[in-house]
């Protein structure tokens, strides 16, 4: 039995985590009191107790406690955005390159991607690795996201009377300064931030992130080819046949699953590439989990549904 302290349970990344430990027979949750899970000494004591910790805390205080329990033994994984550009840590992204899946091997630190980040890295690093565009292309992104991406907060604002904008998405992140581009930035090698649009929209959970070439250099067949080669042999992400290409793609069509699929459109002149996903899955707590296994060398699917 694997020890597993969820500092955060409450919130809903750490609540899927722990509604998919209910499903494990190998894992034990080490519980901590309602009057004691804000208590640093009390949380410093479960995570020296655990074989893995995982963080769902705001970024300052997933920094305040990696620091206060300095020299544990146990793996920890961060949810936050606090260590996503931080090279002492793994980032949790191990389809990205067999590089990034070796440092997750051997990790006692781990980011989990941000939901967006997840998409737009899945859907954007095939070009810039393999030459096809160069590191300084401007690249726009937009991802549509279910409400739940946005915590508590935003979940009762949808789920109780609100004001009737919210029943249309809405475009945020407007001053172009959004937490994720940094880790976009770095972990898809650009010198040049993309513009990213997130958009939020009213339903609970799924994620759809969409970028554009023009003029590409590789055909329509050709770039499809070359994500079929970077992801073969992936379990968590799948790139559609181009016969499956669908005249709409739908952002929830993948809510409750933890694996992420790519696809190509558009033709030769103009090409979009989607990553279809739930930003509570791949996005979140289903790639919490999927690090935690490959770091305690267990098969990367287990206790996730696809």
């Known amino acids: 039995m694997f020890k597993v302290f969820i500092d955060g349970k409450e919130g809903t990344t750490g609540l899927r985590i722990f509604e998919r430990f209910k499903l494990r027979d190998d894992i034990e949750v080490l519980e901590i009191s309602e009057e004691l899970r804000k208590n640093p000494e009390e949380r410093v004591k479960k995570i020296k107790e655990s074989d893995v910790t995982f963080l769902c805390l705001p970024d300052a205080a997933s920094k305040e406690i990696v620091q206060l329990s300095a020299g544990t033994s146990a793996v920890i994984i961060d949810a936050s955005t ?22 997750l091997k051997k990790a006692k630190k781990i980011s989990v991607p941000g939901c967006h980040a997840s998409g737009a890295i899945a859907v954007i690093a095939p070009l810039v690795l393999n030459d096809v565009v160069g590191k300084d292309y401007p690249f726009v992104i937009s991802s549509l996201t279910g409400y739940s991406g946005g915590g508590k907060k935003m979940i009762a604002e949808y789920e109780n009377p609100h004001d009737p904008e919210l029943d249309a998405p ?29 958009i939020v929209a009213p339903y609970y959970a799924g994620m759809l992130t969409s970028i554009g070439i023009i003029r590409p250099k590789l055909s329509l067949a050709e770039t499809h080819a070359l994500y079929l080669k970077h992801y073969a042999g992936q379990d968590f992400v799948r ?15 993948l809510a409750g699953k933890d694996d992420l699929k790519i696809y190509i459109c558009g033709n030769d002149e103009r090409i979009t590439i989607h990553a279809q996903f739930d930003n509570l899955g791949k996005g979140a707590s289903g790639a919490a989990i999927q690090c935690m296994n490959i770091a305690l060398g267990l098969d990367p699917k287990k206790g996730l549904d696809f």
């Open 82 to 103: 606090a260590f996503r550009c931080d090279d002492s840590w793994a980032y949790g992204l191990p389809e990205l390159s067999p590089a990034y899946l070796e440092k």
């Open 170 to 198: 809405r475009i945020y992140g407007l001053g172009q300064t959004h937490k994720h581009l940094p880790e976009i930035t770095k972990h898809c090698q650009l010198t040049v931030s993309p513009i990213f649009m997130p």
């Open 239 to 253: 790139v559609a046949p181009l016969s499956e290409t669908p005249t709409m793609l739908g952002s929830n069509t």
